[in-house]
């Protein structure tokens, strides 16, 4: 009976859900390319196509409820609610969010990699470290003397930034690797 009444509706889903997963497949796989392209940590091109997921989860939703019959006012007065409510959460958390556009912005755009040694010119806190690690909301930078330091990646796109020595960490771990 519910099969009856809503076939067309559930062909629709089932052509939109095809789609949607071919477009999504598609987007991954160009985001491992641009990845292993620029020589990207994996763990950075699997935090973006997460991103890219969840963003595909919630278009499909939305278009899942125009297939089901919802009108656009419906979901206008839903959309307003839900905004307003997460904007208000959002504004308290707006730092946090800022690392994280910027994290997906330094993925695409960032001349750096894992490994290169830079230099951070900040008038309150220069630093010159070897970048270990690139998170979605942080890099994590050694120092000479061997302290982490960990740098919040909004911070790290309004400064100058300046290429010390790329690759700097291979000469650090081929000569621990000949040490053993």
Request: proline residues 2%; hydrophobic residues 50%; aromatic residues 12%.
């Amino acid at each position: 009976m519910f099969f009856e009444i809503y076939r067309t509706e559930l062909i629709t889903t089932g052509i939109i859900v095809l789609v949607l997963l071919i477009i999504r497949f598609l987007v991954h796989t160009l985001v491992r390319k641009i990845g292993r392209k620029s020589e990207i940590n994996e763990a950075r091109i699997k935090l973006i196509n997460r991103y890219i997921s969840a963003t595909f989860l919630i278009i499909a939703l939305l278009i899942e409820a125009f297939v089901f019959g919802a009108e656009f006012k419906e979901m206008a007065v839903i959309f307003s609610s839900v905004f307003a409510v997460i904007g208000i959460g959002l504004f308290a958390i707006w730092s946090i969010l800022s690392n994280v556009t910027s994290g997906i912005i330094m993925f695409f755009s960032f001349p750096y990699k894992v490994g290169d040694k830079v230099k951070i010119h900040d008038k309150d806190f220069p630093i010159e470290a070897i970048i270990e690690d690139i998170r979605a909301f942080q890099l994590h930078l050694r120092c000479d003397n061997g302290d982490l330091v960990t740098y919040p990646n909004n911070l790290l796109l309004q400064k100058a930034v300046t290429l010390v020595e790329k690759d700097a960490i291979e000469g650090f771990i081929d000569d621990d690797s000949n040490s053993v």
